[in-house]
Protein backbone atom coordinates (compact mmCIF):
# COMPACT_ATOMS: atom_id res chain seq x y z
CA UNK A 1 0.00 0.00 0.00
CA UNK A 2 1.10 3.65 -0.50
CA UNK A 3 2.82 5.64 2.29
CA UNK A 4 4.28 8.77 2.03
CA UNK A 5 7.17 10.38 3.80
CA UNK A 6 7.96 14.22 4.53
CA UNK A 7 11.41 15.41 4.76
CA UNK A 8 13.22 18.68 4.96
CA UNK A 9 14.46 21.49 7.29
CA UNK A 10 12.93 21.83 10.16
CA UNK A 11 13.88 25.78 10.59
CA UNK A 12 13.75 28.07 8.54
CA UNK A 13 15.06 31.90 8.74
CA UNK A 14 12.26 34.67 7.96
CA UNK A 15 12.04 35.87 4.46
CA UNK A 16 13.75 32.54 3.00
CA UNK A 17 12.37 29.80 1.51
CA UNK A 18 11.01 26.50 2.94
CA UNK A 19 11.57 23.63 0.62
CA UNK A 20 10.05 20.01 1.81
CA UNK A 21 9.87 16.56 -0.20
CA UNK A 22 7.58 13.94 -0.18
CA UNK A 23 8.64 10.33 -0.58
CA UNK A 24 6.25 7.70 -2.29
CA UNK A 25 6.34 4.12 -1.13
CA UNK A 26 4.21 1.06 -2.76
CA UNK A 27 2.85 2.57 -5.36
CA UNK A 28 4.01 5.31 -8.73
CA UNK A 29 3.18 8.87 -8.58
CA UNK A 30 2.49 8.35 -12.39
CA UNK A 31 -0.86 7.04 -11.01
CA UNK A 32 -3.27 8.75 -13.25
CA UNK A 33 -6.12 8.91 -11.13
CA UNK A 34 -4.03 10.10 -7.81
CA UNK A 35 -3.10 13.83 -7.23
CA UNK A 36 -0.50 14.66 -4.93
CA UNK A 37 -1.25 17.31 -1.82
CA UNK A 38 0.41 19.75 0.90
CA UNK A 39 -1.74 20.43 3.76
CA UNK A 40 -0.46 22.35 7.02
CA UNK A 41 -1.44 22.70 10.68
CA UNK A 42 0.30 25.46 12.75
CA UNK A 43 0.24 25.04 15.98
CA UNK A 44 -2.91 24.69 18.15
CA UNK A 45 -4.97 25.69 14.60
CA UNK A 46 -6.62 23.41 11.96
CA UNK A 47 -6.23 22.33 8.52
CA UNK A 48 -5.20 24.13 5.90
CA UNK A 49 -4.72 23.18 2.27
CA UNK A 50 -1.85 24.23 0.32
CA UNK A 51 -1.84 22.92 -2.69
CA UNK A 52 -1.55 19.70 -5.85
CA UNK A 53 -0.24 18.69 -8.31
CA UNK A 54 -0.30 15.42 -10.82
CA UNK A 55 2.37 13.77 -12.22
CA UNK A 56 1.41 15.48 -15.80
CA UNK A 57 2.19 18.70 -14.06
CA UNK A 58 -1.06 20.20 -13.77
CA UNK A 59 -0.81 22.53 -10.16
CA UNK A 60 -3.73 23.66 -8.29
CA UNK A 61 -2.70 26.44 -5.09
CA UNK A 62 -4.52 27.76 -2.51
CA UNK A 63 -5.35 31.75 -3.44
CA UNK A 64 -3.58 32.86 -0.02
CA UNK A 65 -0.54 31.54 -1.10
CA UNK A 66 -0.01 31.05 -4.29
CA UNK A 67 1.90 34.15 -5.10
CA UNK A 68 4.89 32.21 -3.01
CA UNK A 69 3.97 28.17 -3.48
CA UNK A 70 5.23 26.22 -5.95
CA UNK A 71 4.53 22.53 -6.26
CA UNK A 72 6.97 20.23 -8.29
CA UNK A 73 6.99 16.21 -8.72
CA UNK A 74 9.66 14.07 -9.83
CA UNK A 75 9.14 11.05 -11.51
CA UNK A 76 12.31 9.52 -11.57
CA UNK A 77 12.35 9.86 -7.46
CA UNK A 78 9.13 8.69 -7.24
CA UNK A 79 8.61 12.11 -5.17
CA UNK A 80 7.10 15.39 -5.03
CA UNK A 81 8.19 18.70 -3.50
CA UNK A 82 7.25 21.90 -2.26
CA UNK A 83 8.58 25.13 -2.05
CA UNK A 84 7.01 28.44 -0.05
CA UNK A 85 9.12 31.44 -0.15
CA UNK A 86 9.22 34.16 1.46
CA UNK A 87 8.06 33.31 4.77
CA UNK A 88 7.37 34.75 8.05
CA UNK A 89 6.53 33.04 11.32
CA UNK A 90 2.83 32.45 10.25
CA UNK A 91 3.88 29.84 8.33
CA UNK A 92 5.40 27.58 11.39
CA UNK A 93 3.67 24.61 11.21
CA UNK A 94 3.33 20.76 10.78
CA UNK A 95 3.42 20.14 7.07
CA UNK A 96 1.50 17.49 5.87
CA UNK A 97 1.85 15.73 2.29
CA UNK A 98 -1.12 13.08 1.23
CA UNK A 99 -2.55 11.61 -1.60
CA UNK A 100 -5.76 12.56 -3.26
CA UNK A 101 -7.39 10.02 -5.57
CA UNK A 102 -10.09 10.46 -7.76
CA UNK A 103 -11.32 6.86 -7.77
CA UNK A 104 -12.82 5.64 -4.44
CA UNK A 105 -12.02 6.00 -1.83
CA UNK A 106 -11.90 9.64 -3.13
CA UNK A 107 -10.61 11.97 -0.54
CA UNK A 108 -7.12 12.51 0.93
CA UNK A 109 -6.74 8.73 1.51
CA UNK A 110 -3.53 8.54 2.37
CA UNK A 111 -1.08 10.96 4.34
CA UNK A 112 2.19 11.33 5.69
CA UNK A 113 3.37 11.73 9.27
CA UNK A 114 4.06 15.33 9.11
CA UNK A 115 6.79 17.49 9.58
CA UNK A 116 7.06 20.58 11.94
CA UNK A 117 8.75 23.60 10.10
CA UNK A 118 9.72 26.58 12.65
CA UNK A 119 10.51 29.56 10.98
CA UNK A 120 12.93 31.49 13.27
CA UNK A 121 15.92 33.41 13.23
CA UNK B 1 -12.62 32.22 9.31
CA UNK B 2 -13.18 28.82 7.06
CA UNK B 3 -15.39 28.55 4.62
CA UNK B 4 -16.89 25.50 5.82
CA UNK B 5 -18.31 26.10 9.11
CA UNK B 6 -17.97 23.60 12.15
CA UNK B 7 -18.95 24.09 16.06
CA UNK B 8 -15.67 24.45 17.62
CA UNK B 9 -16.28 21.46 20.34
CA UNK B 10 -18.84 18.78 20.95
CA UNK B 11 -19.37 16.46 23.60
CA UNK B 12 -21.05 13.50 24.81
CA UNK B 13 -21.15 10.37 27.30
CA UNK B 14 -19.60 6.87 26.38
CA UNK B 15 -22.78 4.92 24.31
CA UNK B 16 -24.13 8.31 23.56
CA UNK B 17 -24.46 9.99 19.48
CA UNK B 18 -23.28 13.19 18.56
CA UNK B 19 -23.74 14.73 15.42
CA UNK B 20 -20.88 17.19 14.12
CA UNK B 21 -22.35 19.75 11.31
CA UNK B 22 -20.24 21.67 8.39
CA UNK B 23 -22.01 24.32 7.26
CA UNK B 24 -20.77 25.52 3.53
CA UNK B 25 -22.25 27.74 0.91
CA UNK B 26 -23.26 27.99 -2.76
CA UNK B 27 -19.94 27.31 -4.42
CA UNK B 28 -18.90 24.17 -2.02
CA UNK B 29 -21.12 21.58 -0.56
CA UNK B 30 -24.52 23.73 -2.16
CA UNK B 31 -22.88 23.34 -5.63
CA UNK B 32 -23.05 19.57 -4.73
CA UNK B 33 -19.30 19.07 -3.97
CA UNK B 34 -18.45 16.19 -2.24
CA UNK B 35 -18.11 16.72 1.23
CA UNK B 36 -15.21 14.29 3.50
CA UNK B 37 -14.31 13.97 7.06
CA UNK B 38 -11.19 13.34 8.34
CA UNK B 39 -10.54 12.11 12.31
CA UNK B 40 -7.13 13.63 13.64
CA UNK B 41 -6.02 11.84 17.15
CA UNK B 42 -3.84 14.08 18.85
CA UNK B 43 -0.57 14.22 17.92
CA UNK B 44 -1.10 12.20 14.35
CA UNK B 45 -1.97 13.22 11.16
CA UNK B 46 -5.16 13.45 9.90
CA UNK B 47 -7.10 10.40 8.23
CA UNK B 48 -10.07 9.84 5.97
CA UNK B 49 -13.43 9.29 7.65
CA UNK B 50 -16.16 9.61 5.46
CA UNK B 51 -15.87 10.36 1.64
CA UNK B 52 -18.08 11.37 -0.88
CA UNK B 53 -20.59 12.52 2.06
CA UNK B 54 -21.87 9.04 3.36
CA UNK B 55 -19.08 6.21 2.37
CA UNK B 56 -16.88 4.83 4.82
CA UNK B 57 -13.30 3.59 3.58
CA UNK B 58 -12.75 0.10 4.35
CA UNK B 59 -11.91 -0.35 8.56
CA UNK B 60 -13.91 2.45 9.65
CA UNK B 61 -16.35 1.43 12.14
CA UNK B 62 -20.18 1.73 11.63
CA UNK B 63 -20.57 3.58 14.19
CA UNK B 64 -19.73 6.70 11.89
CA UNK B 65 -21.99 7.74 9.44
CA UNK B 66 -22.08 10.98 7.14
CA UNK B 67 -24.75 12.71 5.54
CA UNK B 68 -25.65 15.62 3.32
CA UNK B 69 -28.13 18.46 2.59
CA UNK B 70 -28.33 21.57 0.53
CA UNK B 71 -24.98 23.58 2.03
CA UNK B 72 -24.54 21.39 4.92
CA UNK B 73 -22.82 18.34 5.75
CA UNK B 74 -23.09 16.51 8.91
CA UNK B 75 -20.99 13.46 10.83
CA UNK B 76 -22.92 11.54 13.25
CA UNK B 77 -21.08 8.77 15.91
CA UNK B 78 -23.23 6.32 17.40
CA UNK B 79 -22.09 4.54 20.71
CA UNK B 80 -19.30 7.26 21.66
CA UNK B 81 -15.93 5.27 23.14
CA UNK B 82 -13.61 7.13 24.86
CA UNK B 83 -10.88 6.56 21.58
CA UNK B 84 -13.30 8.78 19.31
CA UNK B 85 -12.28 11.44 21.58
CA UNK B 86 -10.60 13.85 18.49
CA UNK B 87 -10.54 16.68 16.26
CA UNK B 88 -12.90 16.36 13.08
CA UNK B 89 -12.64 17.93 9.75
CA UNK B 90 -14.99 18.31 6.84
CA UNK B 91 -13.71 19.15 3.49
CA UNK B 92 -15.25 20.20 0.27
CA UNK B 93 -13.84 22.12 -3.25
CA UNK B 94 -14.82 25.42 -3.61
CA UNK B 95 -15.73 26.66 -6.85
CA UNK B 96 -15.16 30.50 -6.23
CA UNK B 97 -11.63 29.77 -5.16
CA UNK B 98 -10.53 27.09 -7.52
CA UNK B 99 -9.50 24.95 -4.49
CA UNK B 100 -9.80 22.52 -1.86
CA UNK B 101 -10.98 23.95 1.95
CA UNK B 102 -11.53 22.76 5.09
CA UNK B 103 -13.56 23.12 8.59
CA UNK B 104 -12.37 24.85 10.90
CA UNK B 105 -12.49 21.85 12.82
CA UNK B 106 -14.18 20.17 16.28
CA UNK B 107 -12.84 18.94 19.10
CA UNK B 108 -14.78 15.81 20.20
CA UNK B 109 -14.81 15.06 23.97
CA UNK B 110 -15.64 12.13 25.54
CA UNK B 111 -17.05 12.56 28.87
Known amino acids: QVQLQESGPGLVKPSGTLSLTCAVS??????????WSWVRQPPGKGLEWIGE???????KYNPSLKSRVTISVDKSKNQFSLNLSSVTAADTAVYYCARRSITSPYGMDVWGQGTTVTVSS | QSVLTQPPSVSGAPGQRVTISCTGS?????????AHWYQQLPGTAPKLLIY???NRPSGVPDRFSGSKSGTSASLAITGLQAEDEADYYC???????????FGGGTKLTVL
Open chain 1, 26 to 35: GGSISSSSDW
Open chain 1, 53 to 59: IHHGGNT
Open chain 2, 52 to 54: GNT
Open chain 2, 26 to 34: SSNIGAGYD
Open chain 2, 91 to 101: QSFDSSLSGYV
